[in-house]
């Protein structure tokens, strides 16, 4: 169905960007907002819990605005969802128990980068047709570099790639998972998919918040316990295991010795796209909480980085790598395929029942997680409701599309199309730090005296002319 030069561009773009150029701008970057920020994602680690709780704002219309939590659903949303299941597998199966490591540590670093993308999408954020507000890298390009072109760019590339092509990816998996556990035909489960992502869809980002709130967390906790029952009975393994994840990632590993490279690439790979630090792609959601200041959503899509990489895809790790059946190479099984595998193997024939609605509750938050991304650049880029229409429309073509095609070509198609906005993105962030850098010291200014922060443009150094939404008391605070 996909013609051959199509894949041909594809896996020359991915060669170009992936093995000559964005690993390293990757760890470079997150080592920079590391180390500028004195570690932030550790330093302020205490109080990302304690901002996590904070109820909302009040909007002008009397309504409460999206909380914290809720902006950390949507974004969790996202990041939840096939690359924690089947894309922790491929990485897994190519580069070896040593890619873990590598998703750990691109996570780490990239729990910085988060803070930067989500602060700034929060300071340069846009109120919204339905009393809310909108915002993302389209938004910090053009009001904080004042680059439109390069904001336009943006906006384009991230409603492809997350409205089109991730979405490929997530009802892809499901009709996998499906496929392998109960024989249904892909174009059913595509179909299937396609009308019930149209009933939320048309409902509204409030919609789309309140659907994403309840099922990550709940499905997150039930895959993390039964992951917990899954360590218990296998004790004696553990050691071993995480042996195997040290020794493959420095190479130590015979099988992997001699391609270290490619299982850093795997790790750094399938983690940018589970966790999506430094993509771009958060800072949409961070952008539509109703808080009293930037910093509070820099620091819960940085939360939000540790929960999605450290906690999920460890957890599937752990149920891949201590399956006895495992095995490596290009040849070998991959994608949730080899998952359900590994739980089938572990907890008996339940194990592949609850994986098939794990997927499709992850994978289906993801869905509607991505559209609001599409969303909120399509309503940077024009106002014309018959053009947002028209993109419902595709999402929901894209999502049946994405249901009967090969795994291989949509997963290579999302590597292109990620590296793409990582590199844009990135260099914005670089361009704007010193903004992140005196709106975290008005912060942390106002915790030392024991305040709730509330962030007043007037108190910043950095030249923020540009912002409209803020202005001194974005939420009739009254001056003391």
Excluded at 287 to 293: K, L
Aim: glycine share 10%.
């Amino acid at each position: 169905m996909i013609p051959e030069w199509f894949k041909t561009i594809v896996s020359t773009g991915n060669d170009l960007i992936w093995t000559q150029f964005l690993i390293g701008l990757l760890l470079m970057a997150g080592l920079f907002f590391s180390l500028s920020s004195r570690f932030v994602q550790l330093r302020w680690l205490r109080e990302m819990f304690r901002v996590i709780g904070e109820k909302p704002e009040t909007l002008d219309d009397g309504q409460k605005g999206i909380s914290s939590f809720q902006a950390f659903a949507i974004s969790a949303a996202s990041r939840v969802g096939t690359g924690n299941i089947a894309g922790v597998a491929t990485a897994i199966v190519l580069g070896g128990p040593g890619a873990v490591f590598w998703m750990w540590v691109i996570a780490f670093f990239g729990a910085a980068s988060a803070f930067f993308e989500a602060t700034l999408a929060q300071v340069y954020k846009v109120p919204d047709k339905e009393g809310g507000f909108r915002g993302g890298p389209a938004y910090y390009m053009e009001r904080g570099l004042g680059q439109k072109w390069l904001g336009v760019t943006f906006a384009i590339l991230i409603t492809v790639t997350f409205a089109f092509v991730f979405n490929t990816v997530q009802s892809n998996t499901i009709a996998e998972s499906f496929n392998t556990q109960y024989s249904i035909a892909p174009w059913i489960t595509g179909l299937i998919l396609a009308v019930i992502t149209a009933v939320v869809i048309f409902g509204g980002v409030r919609s789309i918040a309140k659907i994403s709130s309840t099922i990550v967390p709940v499905m997150a906790i039930l895959y993390i316990l039964l992951v917990l029952f899954i360590l218990v009975t296998h004790a004696n393994m553990i050691i071993p295991m995480l042996a195997s994840i040290v020794k493959g990632a420095f190479g130590m590993e015979q099988a992997f010795g001699g391609a270290l490279g490619f299982t850093i690439m795997q790790g750094i790979k399938r983690g940018l796209f589970s966790n999506e630090a430094g993509m771009g792609s958060a800072p949409n959601a961070a952008a539509t909480a109703a808080v009293s200041h930037p910093v509070k959503q820099g620091l819960i899509q940085s939360l939000g980085v540790f929960f999605d990489t450290m906690i999920v895809c460890t957890a599937t790790a752990i149920m891949i790598l201590l399956y006895s059946g495992l095995e490596f190479g290009e040849k070998a099984p991959q994608g949730v395929a080899v998952t359900q595998a590994a739980l089938n193997s572990h907890v008996g024939s339940f194990g592949g029942i609850f994986l098939t609605v794990a997927v499709f509750l992850f994978a289906y938050s993801s869905v509607i997680g991505n559209y609001y991304y599409g969303q909120s650049n399509i309503e940077y880029l024009t106002t014309n409701k018959t053009v947002m229409f028209i993109f419902r429309l595709l999402v929901v073509f894209m999502v049946f599309f994405g249901a009967v095609v090969k795994v291989e070509t949509v997963w290579a198609t999302a590597d292109l199309f990620m590296g793409l906005m990582a590199i844009l993105n990135i260099t914005a962030i670089i361009g704007l730090a010193h903004v992140v850098f005196e709106v975290a010291r008005d912060y942390a200014d106002q915790r030392k005296k024991g305040l709730n922060p509330v962030f007043r443009t007037k108190n910043v150094k950095a030249d923020l002319s540009s912002v409209d939404t803020w202005g001194d008391n974005p939420y009739h605070y009254e001056d003391k």
